[in-house]
């Protein structure tokens, strides 16, 4: 059975950091793609980040580009997000989700106050 635990969130300041954990199970997490997606209240859920089976290609969104660092461990079945220089429009829950699979966690909230 498919499961993906996202942690790490919080309420941090602007300009701090935060790094998000999405431990993963019940898939052959080395051989698939993985991504980090957003929701602010109001909002429409987007793609922050994405990186490929072996962790070689990963792309992010431009609000993001050279803040956010994606990383997984295939060995620990594991996806990162590491956020700095955090603004307020990060604010938001954060989901990790497994490419070309329709499910969701429960995600972590992001506060990121001015």
């Known amino acids: 059975q498919l499961r993906l635990v996202e942690s790490g969130g919080g309420l941090v300041q602007s300009g701090g950091s935060l790094r998000l954990s999405c431990k993963t199970s019940g898939f052959p997490f080395s051989y698939r793609s993985m991504s980090w997606h957003r929701q602010a209240p109001g909002k429409e859920r987007e793609l922050v980040a994405q990186i490929a089976p072996s962790g070689g290609n990963t792309d992010y969104a431009d609000s993001v580009k050279g803040r956010f660092t994606i990383s997984r461990d295939n060995a620990e079945q594991t996806l990162y997000l590491q956020m700095n220089d955090l603004k307020p429009e990060d604010t938001a829950v954060y989901y990790c989700?497994?490419?070309?699979?329709?499910?969701w966690g429960q995600g972590t909230q992001v506060t990121v106050s001015a």
């Open positions: 989700k497994v490419s070309l699979v329709n499910y």
